[in-house]
């Protein structure tokens, strides 16, 4: 039995996956650099082969100009794409590529939230239309995170497509009864609200 892969941190993942995808794109490295060139992004051949033999290491920065260059997401140069392949997160601890990429999404606190309001934060620390979303409608946003774990697994293992089917929709129908919910508690305050206006217009007007 094969033993699994040593986790990757982000840098020595991106020296393999930036010769990987180079070459599948059928690119040698002055190509890679002439075109990094062309988007302003001043990185020699020279760099990219100490980049990609770990000599030196990749900044933040670059793999975003990499990626570009390339025609491919971020995450596919940061992370290890053989199966059962980890990332090293810090220097003792480390999650699975799937984890990671959900991480990365914004799907799956990796940090293991000790309360509710860890937990919250990290939903509220998204980019802000998604953190107006969030709380605008958390059920659909919930929704949105399940639903694209369940799809992912299924994509995995096509023998539990149904099941995961079958997770989305229960997803769904919840989504939809707290929604209805909202949508009722709102429509009962609305009458209360308008009374408590005309109070208040009403009492204005005789102070007057």
Do not use: C
């Not at 039995?1 to 993942?13: D, F, H, N, T, V």
């Not at 033999?53 to 053989?82: C, H, K, N």
């Not at 860890?118 to 939903?123: A, C, G, K, Q, V």
């Not at 096509?158 to 989504?175: T, Y």
Request: glycine fraction near 4%; charge should be neutral; charged fraction near 35%.
């Amino acid at each position: 039995m094969m033993a699994p892969p040593e986790p990757k941190s982000p840098s020595e993942a991106a020296a393999e996956e930036l010769r990987r995808v180079r070459t599948r794109k059928d690119w040698n490295q002055q190509q890679l650099a002439d075109a990094l060139r062309k988007l302003g992004a001043p990185i020699d051949r020279a760099t990219i082969s100490k980049i990609e033999t770990g000599e030196r290491r990749i900044t933040l920065d670059e793999v975003f100009w990499f990626a570009y260059a390339l025609g491919v997401s971020p995450a596919a140069l940061m992370l290890p794409r053989s199966y059962g392949s980890r990332v090293a997160v810090t220097p003792t601890d480390s999650i699975e590529t799937q984890q990671a990429m959900d991480w990365l999404r914004g799907f799956y606190i990796a940090s293991r939230p000790e309360t509710e309001s860890d937990d919250l934060f990290f939903f509220e620390e998204r980019i802000e239309e998604d953190a107006v979303a969030w709380h605008r409608y958390p059920e659909l946003s919930v929704l949105r995170d399940e639903a694209a774990i369940a799809v992912r697994i299924a994509m995995r293992d096509p023998s539990d497509l149904r099941h995961q089917l079958d997770v989305i929709q229960q997803l769904a129908d919840e989504a939809r009864r707290k929604l209805e919910l909202s949508e009722k508690r709102a429509t009962r305050s609305e009458p209360s609200k308008s009374r408590s206006q005309k109070q208040k217009g009403q009492e204005q007007k005789g102070q007057g």
